[in-house]
């Protein structure tokens, strides 16, 4: 099992470009996460999901936007990049299901800057 | 809000010896608490998860308790290992569906 996947590993934005960090995990699990990380602070969490079609906002959306078409995959799009989110970026998955543990797995990051 | 607060935010100790690191939670309502270990330019990797109806879990040498009551949890390390130098993160939740994380305890280990 690959577990959850994020792509790109890095990547260098100037202001008002727009990207996707692309998610994937292959443990069917049916909630998934977004995070970001920036030094010294905690993971604050962006935008989450908990199943196919079904998507919410966490504590930090705005300059941001997912979607979850599939249970497996589940893009964040920066639309309009801005310097404030230069970041570490974590997607994460849980199986929040009657008798799971709800553990959170996640992806090795993707490092996002913006010039 | 769920407030998760981290101490001490680094620690440095000599190989073979135990130590204990510390989680504390403002609400005590909540349904897990998890701890996480973070290498420099990595992910998370899950150590440990305490439902609120369990008091501890443990796996080899790591030990972890929860004190809903007090709203802390600890983080034990018997015998410790140059190997087990990275960022220990708790989190707590699900306060509605987010966690909430702690701002971590850098731990390195002198040979």
């Known amino acids: 099992n690959a577990g959850v996947t994020q792509t790109p590993k890095f990547r260098i934005l100037k202001i008002g470009q727009s990207m996707t960090l692309q998610c994937t995990q292959d443990?069917?699990?049916?909630?998934m996460y977004w995070y970001r990380q920036d030094p010294g602070m905690g993971l604050k969490l962006i935008y989450y999901s908990v199943g196919a079609g079904i998507t919410d906002k966490g504590e930090v959306p705005n300059g941001y936007n997912v979607s979850r078409s599939t249970t497996e995959d589940f893009p964040l799009r920066l639309e309009l990049a801005a310097p404030s989110q230069t970041s570490v970026y974590f997607c994460?998955?849980?199986?929040?299901?009657?008798?799971?543990?709800?553990?959170?797995?996640f992806g090795p990051g993707t490092r996002l800057t913006v010039l | 809000k769920q407030e998760v607060t981290q101490i001490p935010a680094a620690l440095s100790v000599p190989e073979g010896e135990n130590l204990v690191l510390n989680c504390s939670f403002t609400?005590?309502?909540?349904?897990?608490l998890q701890w996480f270990r973070q290498d420099p330019g990595k992910g998370l990797t899950s150590l440990l998860l305490?439902?609120?109806?369990?008091r501890e879990q443990t796996s080899g040498r790591l030990n972890a308790s929860l004190d809903k009551s007090s709203g802390r949890s600890t983080l034990y390390i018997a015998a410790s290992q140059p190997g087990d130098s990275a960022t220990y993160l708790c989190a707590v939740g699900p306060t509605g569906n987010q966690f909430y994380f702690g701002t971590g305890t850098s731990l390195t280990v002198i040979p």
């Open positions: 994460a998955s849980s199986a929040r299901l009657a008798g799971s543990t709800d553990t959170q797995y």
């Open positions: 305490i439902q609120s109806s369990q």
């Open positions: 609400d005590s309502a909540i349904y897990n």
């Open positions: 443990m069917n699990h049916n909630y």
